[in-house]
């Protein structure tokens, strides 16, 4: 390889590391793996989970420690693994969840306490966040709330909804612990508290929200009610002195290196040097060499941007980089000091020094703490960020702003100082630096007397997302005046580069900082930051309200700080910073009858069975299993385009590329190519021509992961456009595209309603799709066995019966030959119920032909791009009312963007019509389905399934209604509320209807009536900080609406030492099935759950099984499991007399009698005929009701959950701590579809949003600062097994609260700008939707262009 040359010819060196103490030594590595892969295919350490790849999610979170001889201690870092270069690793030390406990020696505290406090649903975010929170007590013993927020920033969890992983591991901090944490015993000066915890209390038994500590909240609940979902008294102590100690070799190991390093790959030379010399040597003799740090920029671009960077240099560790010091001017840091090393040196100056000299490092701190996770800005250094050029870098427009100097030299022309002003950034992604020069230090400058300094950062998140917009101001007056000296404007978002409102600035030079002001700057900022209506990246009208909006809180801030008065009190809230208190909570629930056996596990908060495992690393996902020998990688060629012909693939260059062993396509198929869940209209490869863009073509094999992907570009695919091309739902009206029949659901006589009604009510309104993002990606492992054609399949599924029938399909045998095995999943959602299929039937294709095991795990983005979403729905409404507020008749048509192929739309679309009344008697109804086809992927069942659809077109509506009526939101809901008895738009009756219970109680809960005072007096006082309050409530009609589904079934083996095997045809995806399976079964057999196990989910055991799905499946498998058990005890039945379980289990199997029996059930009583409108849909209905109030900023359009209450009727709980880790966790999954969950897509049909840098799910931060949920107490369900009711999905439409107090909230601000009356908001109500909504003379500035006058850059499906 000649570009090494300059290194020498010196053998290739050997990476020497530690994992978990053990010393690795490797002299063949390749520089182009990660961490995460070493650790998972070499070491096989598979605790750390891959689930995004770009440092987006944490999963992958481990802990790296190092030497550090300057500051002559080991530093400790949480670091993404996904993203660490494996060759960054020599001379440091690894740890891995594996490395701290297991559940075969000792746990440590912090996976217990996840575990305990039931923080691990699916488990596959786990090892990460125990990582992290590992970190944070190796740095800090005892940390502080705001540090135990902070080291989660970079860290997502799908399923829990965060509550109790905080509450669990608040445990550790000082504000729980007190001063010493309890460790003084008698002697701690909070011992009260400790005693408390020692009492069996929880964290959360606190008295956050008005609720007494003996769980009397004031209306009705009390003795029987319990707020403890763990004992706090049971957590094993933190004794830090028992934590491994870094191995002595690494002392001097980094650092003081003497020799360069040099790693060669099969692609990629990886260069450690000795010296900074050296690099500057190496860059001058090849210049294009790429300089990696953090890689958090060049990982990504690696792996996303298809980007070959053949030679890399690491200089991070270069002491010439590597510090800070004070300087009369400022501090000047080495570039690669990373950005974690920033923020503290920073905040140890902000401490230390005047504050006027400080605004700068100020401003820093604050932008640094909305900048990535802790684990990106602990890699990430200040010279990657500024020369990756990005236009969205955050730290960019704040040096730009403070004219910060850096130097940087080469190795001719030596060292010079290059000025950060509106010359620096000359392109895209370009800089004043020629590609010779390295970038030595910054120096950032103290502010002075008369100058101030702010930042700002608007992102689709707070937390760990990248700005849409960001900017930095500086101004300096001449000295005792407001008269501006020089000011400094710089934005990014705005342009291909961070830039300066240059002329802006030049024109504010000389005027005074007063009210005249403001109408000059905007006006000019208008002029300096254009966008064009196409501009990549979209938002324009929001993008450049942001500029003047920022520019205005700059304006307001240094107003209040040279003379208080002349800012007007209720504009003082446009200045607050962000500031966000730690979160509490309380749950309560219902505790089983005195009285109940011990060893009855039901109605216990019991731990979810595999949370142990879990918080180890020990639980296997599919592709955690072991290599099976001669097993190979599967790589997909994936469709480009939305509706195209296939004129020819050609694999020819794949196939000459390292590793591959075959092409595998439509032709190969064995059996039948055709193929699909519900009807038979998709293909297994698509033969002829592709109808969406991310749509299977063909697949490569090849002996790993790498070569297959990277083989699987390399195939050639040639298409011819086909018209039309059909994205949206509007173009699918437009071309009548539908999946027929039409459902229809019809009652009453809508014409003469109408006619009787005092208003009616038009509008139109559309609810975004919603990526399913489970942490673990889609996955496969196929094994053929080359006997009669047998073949098993290990799947991540919540159908494997589906599974193994389009697999047998696509293989042309018969069923019984192919059998799906799933242990677990991470996470479903819904997104696996069908689309795996999608993806297992090819795996079982490729093994066909293969002839070996072949394995896939897709990446996120193919996973965001093959799968399907939730369907975004466009409903179109008219409603007839009284001027009372009772509603006589609606006429609704509900659109659903399908995608290319039905799969289960006319199931959800059904759900969304059955649900479009919620909770409210209406007495005349049309509502209309129609299922558009269009060319994109086929979109799937997501937890509500069509119901939160539904729901929320019949909340907006409702609160148009009050709006008109002109009475309160509570009161136009209450009077149309059903009632005992009612009937539904499809004629079924209501019995033992909770909703007014559950609305009642969580009214009072939440002290509505007051608080709704209090929100409304906070919104006189502030005109840019508005506060929303509101309630809803929700019925969710459990059973698929499919009838035949509705049957479940169970295999139960008693073994001859008493132990029990239970199996189900239901599949364990983190919601706790199996948890609440073997409650029931212990129940039966009068056992302790630890007798029975569950070992997996397979077709040879139960087959036929329904998928695990619509929320009954604890309902359909614990009826199976309860008479499957049932059968078994009648067995025993004659050796009861005498002796223990274990005797009469050995006696009756001496007496040959069977110890192994099947359940089977069927719901009763299900029959529906849509075109009669008469039967019964479901079995039977959950309720609930949630209060939510938030705050927003009317300027940025940034939102914060304050408080949430929810009451839940989940009958009587099977177990409550699953429960209500299933509220709490779909309500923030709710949260994400309603405030935040945007996909982006081209008009193309190409969808931009493939990751979690673009698509935001809620993080640790989103969740309500207060959230207390209840079960309703007292409400047993004759319907269910042991009284229960589902709970999956029942709560996620309560997320909508958050939904309408903001619009609540947008009301007041556009009250005061005398906007009166309802408007539109559709769902999501992101930063854009409420910014633009509280429409002001800032807004105004910014008309949108003509529709139609322009192609946007993304649409709306
Ligand atoms: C999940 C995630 C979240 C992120 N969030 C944010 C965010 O909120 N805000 C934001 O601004 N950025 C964000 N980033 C971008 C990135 O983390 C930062 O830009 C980071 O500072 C890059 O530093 P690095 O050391 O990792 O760069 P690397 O990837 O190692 O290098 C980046 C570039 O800098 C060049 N370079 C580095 N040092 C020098 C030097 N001394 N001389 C010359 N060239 C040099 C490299 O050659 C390379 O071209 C995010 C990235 C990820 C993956
Ligand atoms: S897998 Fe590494 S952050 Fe997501
Ligand atoms: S438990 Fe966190 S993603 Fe499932």
Known sequence: MPETEPCGNERKSELVFFVNGRRVVDQDVDPEMTLLTYLRSKLRLTGAKLGCGEGGCGACTVMVSRYNPTQRKVLHLAVNACLAPICSLHGAAVTTVEGIGSTRTRLHPVQERIAKAHGSQCGFC???????????????????????????????????????ILEGYKTFTKEFQGCCGGMAGNGCCRNGKTEQAANGHTANGQTANGHTANGDTGNGWNEDVSKELFQVSEFRPLDPTQEPIFPPELMKADGSEQTTLKFVGERVTWIKPATFKEVLELKTKLPHAKLVVGNSEIGVEVKFKNLDYPLIIAPGHLPEINFHKYTEHGITFGAGCTLTYLNDTLAEAINDLPEHQTRLFAAIVEMLRWFAGHQIRNVGCIGGNILTASPISDLNPIFLSAGCTMTVMSHQGGSRVVKMDHTFFPGYRKTALTPEEVMVSLDVPFTKEGEYFMAYKQAKRRDDDIAIVNAAFRVQFEEGTNVIQDIALSFGGMAPTTVMAHNTANKLIGLKWDNDLLPEACSCLEDDLPLPPSVPGGMVEFRRTLTTSFFFKFYLTVQQRLNLKDVPPPYRSACSL?????????????????????????????????????????????????????????????????????????????????GVEMFVSAEDVPGSNITGPSIMDEEVFASEKVTCVGQIVGAVLADTQAHAQRAAKAVVVQYEDLEPKIITIEDAILYQSFFHPINKIEKGNLEEAFEKADQILEGELRIGGQEHFYLETCAAIVVPHGEDGEMEIFCSTQNPTKTQMLAAKALGVPANRVVCRMKRMGGGFGGKETRTCVISSVCAVAAHKVRRPVRIMLDRDEDMVITGTRHPFLAKYKVGFMSDGRVLALDISLYSNAGNSLDLSRGVMDRALFHSDNVYTIPNVRAVGYVCKTNTPSNTAFRGFG??????????????????????QLKVREINMHREGDLTHYNMKLDRCQIRRCWEECLKQSDFHTRRRQVDRFNGENRWKKRGLAAVPTKFGISFTATFLNQAGALVHVYTDGSVLLTHGGTEMGQGLHTKMVQVAGRVLKIPTSRIHISETSTNTVPNSSPTAASASSDLYGMAVKIGCETILQRLEPYMGKGSWDDWVRAAYFDRVGLSATGFYRTPGLEYDMQKNEGRPFNYFCYGAAVSEVEIDCLTGDHTVLRTDVVMDVGDSLNPAIDIGQVEGAFVQGCGLFTMEEQVYSPDGVLYSRGPGMYKIPGFADIPIHFNVSLLRGAPNDKAIFSSKAVGEPPLFLASSVFFAIKDAICSARADAGLKGTFRLDSPATAECIRMACEDQFTAQFPAAEPGSFRPWAIKL
């Open 947 to 968: 119901g939160p659809q539904g729901l929320f077109f019949a909340e907006c509506w409702m609160s148009d209604v009050a709006v008109k009526c002109g009475i309160s």
């Open 578 to 658: 962000y500031h966000r208190e730690p979160p509490h909570g309380t749950q309560m629930y219902q505790e089983v009858p005195e009285g109940q056996a011990r060893e009855d596990a039901v109605g216990r908060p019991i731990m979810h069975l595999s949370a142990l495992k879990q918080v180890t690393g020990e639980a296997v996902y599919t592709d955690d299993m072991p290599r099976i020998q001669g097993e190979l990688y599967l790589g997909l060629v994936l469709s480009k385009k939305a509706h195209a012909k296939i004129v020819s693939i050609d694999p020819s260059e794949a196939l000459k590329m390292a």
């Open 126 to 164: 786990t090892p990460g966040i125990v990582m992290s929170m590992y970190t944070l007590l190796r740095n800090h013993p005892m940390p502080d709330m705001e540090q135990l927020e902070a080291a989660f920033q970079g860290n997502l969890c799908r399923c829990t909804g965060y509550r109790p």
